[in-house]
């Protein structure tokens, strides 16, 4: 695992004002283009470590004119944005594979659109790509392979890498070793407080053994930044609206009656990323 030292850097913030809305369609394609503008506005970047990690020791002597990386559930590009700022000796092109039509809208737009072709935007799943066999050194999923079906992705990564290329995972959470954040994550239903287990295998075969990593950083945001950033996910997307409203009341008791932020406070918001990376066979 990296050093990570005491300091906690701050990865790239988002580029939008969050604005909550809570009527915002479903981010996961059941909306339109508004899905993926909220989406891509309210959650973080990456470390570049991270990145600089997932693609550590990749053979340089199997891709001498540059690798070539396929991002999967590709979302908006936060991640995507991280490899193609890459030279391009290191990184050749990045194709980033995405289901969802307000979440591509957003990719090819905001990134692929300003990378002179390094960056495609493709439709497809992680576990059904439609790319060539053998045509990736590097396949990494932002947050987004517990999404995907463990066996059937790893088997189409397996397809899309080839002999000696890396699968990788990565994903944010809020740290909740912090009793605030964890707190914080039970009222947004967030999910982080399924922490990262480095015995955890997050691969299927035939990927063997696996390599874990983490960084920690801090977000600053506001009480509106986490009303949009609960608006953003997943358990909120699915339900109605009655759930919607206890879950706001809950958010507001907590940040303003509970810890005692004003509407204007910022908020440092802290931060784990977690990466797990394994070799094709």
Partial sequence: MPDTGPARPIPNLPR????PDRAAPNAFGLGGTAAGEHYDAVRPSYPGACADWVLEGVG???????????????GTGLFTRLLVARPADLIRSVT????????????????????DGRVRVVDGTGEATGLPEGSADVVVAAQAWHWMDPERASAEATRVLRPGGRL????????????????LTRIMHAGDVH?????????????GAEEHAAWTWEDTTTPAGLHA???????WLRSEDRIRARMTANLDWYLHEHLGHGRQ??????YVTVAWRAVRP
């Fill in 265 to 270: 406070d910022a908020i440092t918001l802290p």
């Fill in 96 to 115: 980033a594979v995405e289901p969802s039509a307000p979440m591509r809208a957003v990719l090819a737009r905001d990134v692929a659109a300003g990378t």
């Fill in 168 to 183: 990788a995972a990565v994903w944010n959470q809020l740290d909740v070793t912090v009793p605030w954040v964890h707190r």
């Fill in 60 to 74: 340089a002597e199997e891709a001498p004119r540059g690798l070539h990386a396929v991002e999967t559930g590709a």
């Fill in 195 to 207: 922490a990262a287990h480095p015995e955890r295998r997050r691969f299927a075969a035939p990927f």
């Fill in 16 to 19: 939008r004002v969050a604005r």
């Fill in 229 to 235: 950033l609960m608006a953003s996910r997943a358990y």
